[in-house]
Every structure is written in C-alpha cells, then in structure tokens.
T-cell receptor
C-alpha cells in the first residue's frame, strides 16, 4: 500500500546513536500503528495511536519512543538500541480502531551494529 | 488471547496451478485481512473480509465467521505470486491491534 509513506527505507545505526523513523498518511485516518517484524516471523504490534493519543503500548522497551505530532504523522524515536532490535518496522493506518482495514507502508529495514 | 492458525505452512506450486490457503481463528473477530508479503518485504493488502466472499482477479476469499475460518483461493498461479501470505484478525473487544498468523510461504515454479 503506497498511501502510507515511511522514511527512510533502510537505516543502519550504532548502539549509541539516536535516530527517528517517520510515517505519513493523507487518507484522513485517525488510527496509526507501529509493528515490528523479525526475519521469518509475522509482524507484531508495538504501539497504537487513536485520535493522536497513545492507546496501546505492548510492553515495548523505553528505548523506543513513539510520537504522533498530528493526525497525519507518526514518528518512532530510537535511542540506545540493541542488535536484537534489527528488524523491519512497519507503519499502518486505519479510519478507526473498531475493525476497519489497516493499510501498511513499505517499512523501514533497520540494522543495529 | 485469540489464536490464528494458517495452513499449510509451506506450499510449492507449478505455474498455472490452483491453491487454497486456510486461516482458522479461535474467537469472534471484527476484522480479518489477507496480506501478501513479497520478497522485498512489502505487505500488500489483498482482502478485508470479516465475513462473506470477495473476488479480485485470480484471487478470491471466503470467511465463514460463525465457523471461525477463512479461505484464500489463488487460481492460475504465476511466479509473481510467490511470497508469504498472512491472515490477520482484530478480535472483538480489542483496540484495533491486528493479530497475525504465522503465514503460508508460497513458491511458484516456472
């Protein structure tokens, strides 16, 4: 689904770096999501924002910090990551959280050195 | 929590063959989606189908919510159909988080 745009597509960072992943949608959706996908595994939910408020945090370590500055944008701030955090990070959006279809971006492939 | 089971885990087809992928889920759902993840990692929406039957070209899907299963049919398969097919559900009472099955890895040989 190209209606959800994620940047960058690839990111390599050291364990002491600070970086951010960005996600943008212009479909007027009010729910946005971050998922993490390890190799050969299905995506797993990290965070849900509904009407720009954090509604679900699936016990994600504090080195991942989400931010929703407005209804179209979702950021994921990264700090002091570990090599096991290397994964594909997927952003999705939907009209609401009550069962509407979710549309995914192409993901950011993150490698931690 | 809800369990989502997909079968078969792996499938190898010759180009032109037909196939059926199955998704069983253990509780009532508000949302059921089928996705195709291509070798580049892109997760492509195939169907939003919490109940009923839909068709899109060579693909069709049926969900029987009362019996808690969904089927994805692929006809006249092509090499570009290769990848992993995921079924994902949002169960009643949740706040929208999609729960994914483990996927079916499809390889279509020329």
């Amino acid at each position: 689904d190209t209606e959800v745009t994620q940047t960058p597509k690839h990111l390599v960072m050291g364990m002491t770096n600070k970086k951010s992943l960005k996600c943008e949608q212009h479909m007027g959706h009010r729910a946005m999501y971050w998922y993490k996908q390890k190799a050969k595994k299905p995506p797993e939910l990290m965070f849900v924002y509904s009407y720009e408020k954090l509604s679900i945090n699936e016990s994600v370590p504090s080195r991942f910090s989400p931010e929703c500055p407005n209804s179209s944008l979702l950021n994921l701030h990264l700090h002091a990551l570990q090599p096991e955090d290397s994964a594909l990070y997927l952003c999705a959006s939907s009209q609401g959280v009550a069962g509407q279809p979710q549309h995914f971006g192409d993901g950011t492939r993150l490698s931690i050195l | 929590g809800i369990q989502v089971e997909q079968s078969p885990p792996d499938l190898i087809l010759q180009e032109g063959a037909n196939s059926t992928l199955r998704c069983n889920f253990s509780d009532s759902v508000n949302n059921l989606q089928w996705f195709h993840q291509n070798p580049w990692g892109q997760l492509i929406n195939l169907f939003y189908i919490p109940s009923g039957t839909k068709q899109n070209g060579r693909l069709s899907a049926t969900t029987v919510a009362t019996e808690r299963y969904s089927l994805l049919y692929i006809s006249s398969s092509q090499t570009t159909d290769s990848g992993v097919y995921f079924c994902a559900v949002v169960y009643g009472g949740s706040q929208g988080n999609l729960i994914f099955g483990k996927g079916t890895k499809l390889s279509v040989k020329p």
